[in-house]
């Protein structure tokens, strides 16, 4: 059969109406035979429309969901990406999936909740992954409380874990938490700033960059001469994340870095940053918002501004 389904995905494009009802047909003549031959053409990279055209039928008919959540199929990568493309198709994947969390060891569901995270805003599933939260496994729990804070997206509910005992699930509140702009986020995010695990304090530093906060710039610079190797690595991937051409200098001078892996850290933040200068370059135009404005005594007026590229993307400083 994968010879013939091979044969109708190289026609497609030339009759698409014909090339589905192909498809439909070898379905219908073997079900089993033609999930199999399906999954593993996909599983050996094919592409461009075949793959489209592959996927939508798969996807329409609900014969991806269980595949999703194989390891032995899918690398939990090539899953984030082939869900990525089925939602297109299956609306309401997000939701078939949270429904098979509760029946799934913990590998398996970590590993769904990876691809949740990578389509779903969790509106629909808050109610399905509310059980995780009670979860002892702080892997889940922390997984949970990303998906379910970035659709609540309330303070109140997010102060509430901040004293949770794991550092990830704290972690992944704040993140949750980025992009709310409202004095309680603000102090919130101020306070998870002295975190003292790593993870939890640079988040709440760059959700803070990314709210115009003039103090998370110099506050990230401090983290990155942290005698804390996690400290250090950390604050490179933040100045990575923001972009921001002023932390070129202060990467600068943190190489040479005595540890492989804050190396590693410091030159990726470098690449992105660089990206980010490109991606301006070719953008061409600016959004400039003031954000502070000050009468000076000798009757000049200092501006502070922050600058954005105009299609909406983080602010650069």
């Given at each position: 059969?994968?010879e013939?389904?091979?044969?109708i995905?190289?026609?497609f ?46 996807a ?24 990525q ?169 943190m ?15 470098r ?47």
């Amino acid at each position: 059969m994968q010879e013939r389904l091979k044969e109708i995905l190289d026609q497609f494009a030339l009759d698409p109406a014909a090339g589905k009802n192909a498809l439909q047909d070898l379905l219908a003549a073997d079900r089993k035979r033609f999930c199999a031959d399906s999954l593993e053409l996909l599983k050996s990279g094919l592409e461009g429309p075949d793959r489209e055209s592959l996927v939508s039928l798969l996807a329409e008919r609900d014969l991806l969901t269980g595949p999703l959540c194989d390891s032995s199929l899918f690398s939990r990568a090539e899953a984030k990406s082939l869900a990525q493309l089925a939602s297109r198709f299956q609306p309401l994947l997000d939701t078939k999936l949270a429904r098979l969390l509760p029946e799934l060891e913990a590998p398996e569901a970590e590993r769904v909740l990876a691809i949740l995270e990578a389509i779903s805003d969790g509106s629909r599933i808050v109610p399905l992954l509310a059980p995780l939260l009670r979860q002892s496994n702080p892997r889940l729990r922390s997984k949970a409380a990303l998906l379910i804070g970035r659709s609540i997206k309330r303070v109140e509910w997010a102060e509430g874990f901040l004293k949770d005992a794991d550092s990830r699930t704290r972690a992944n509140v704040v993140e949750a938490l980025a992009g709310i702009d409202s004095p309680a986020a603000r102090a919130l995010l101020g306070k998870a700033c002295h975190d003292p695990n790593w993870r939890v304090a640079t988040n709440a530093l760059v959700a803070l960059y990314k709210l115009g906060d003039p103090a998370a710039v110099p506050r990230i610079v401090k983290e990155s001469q942290s005698q804390h190797a996690e400290f250090r690595s950390a604050a490179a991937r933040a100045m990575g994340e923001t972009g921001d051409s002023r932390f070129l200098p202060i990467l600068e001078r943190m190489v040479p870095e005595p540890l492989e892996t804050v190396g590693r850290s410091i030159a990726r933040a470098r690449e992105r940053i660089e990206l980010a200068a490109i991606r301006l370059a070719k953008g061409g135009s600016l959004r400039v918002q003031v954000v502070r404005a000050e009468s000076l005594s000798d009757g000049t007026r200092r501006l502070r501004v922050m600058a954005a590229p105009a299609d909406g993307w983080e602010p650069l400083g």
